[in-house]
Nanobody, 122 residues
Framework: QVQLVESGGGLVQAGGSLRLSCAVS????????MGWFRQAPGKEREFVAF????????DYADSVKGRFTIARDNAKNTAYLQMNNLKPEDTAVYYC???????????????WGQGTQVTVSS
């Protein structure tokens, strides 16, 4: 049974930090690209970041570049998203996803978590 379970969301003031985790089971974590996406109320889901299966390369949306860092621990089957200098516009439900290819497009990801809420107050 495939499971992706996000954790670490919450309420934080602008300028603060959060670290999201995505614990994976039911498929070969180390063979999959891991991505993070987010969806704000009334908006479409958007790409945040991805990291290659080996962790040697990553890509970020311009809106989070320099503030967010994606990482993975293949021994723990877990992906992370460190979010620093958070802004109110980062408020969204954050989803982790797994797929076979490096992509910013959600359609390339086969497996998805249930999401975790991040709320940034001004």
């Amino acid at each position: 049974q495939v499971q992706l379970v996000e954790s670490g969301g919450g309420l934080v003031q602008a300028g603060g930090s959060l670290r999201l985790s995505c614990a994976v089971s039911g498929f070969t974590f180390s063979s999959n690209v891991m991505g993070w996406f987010r969806q704000a109320p009334g908006k479409e889901r958007e790409f945040v970041a991805f990291i290659t299966w080996g962790g040697d390369n990553s890509d970020y949306a311009d809106s989070v570049k320099g503030r967010f860092t994606i990482a993975r621990d293949n021994a723990k089957n877990t992906a992370y998203l460190q979010m620093n200098n958070l802004k109110p516009e980062d408020t969204a439900v954050y989803y982790c996803a797994a797929g076979p290819a490096n992509s910013r497009y959600s359609s390339f990801y086969n497996y998805w978590g249930q999401g975790t809420q991040v709320t940034v107050s001004s």
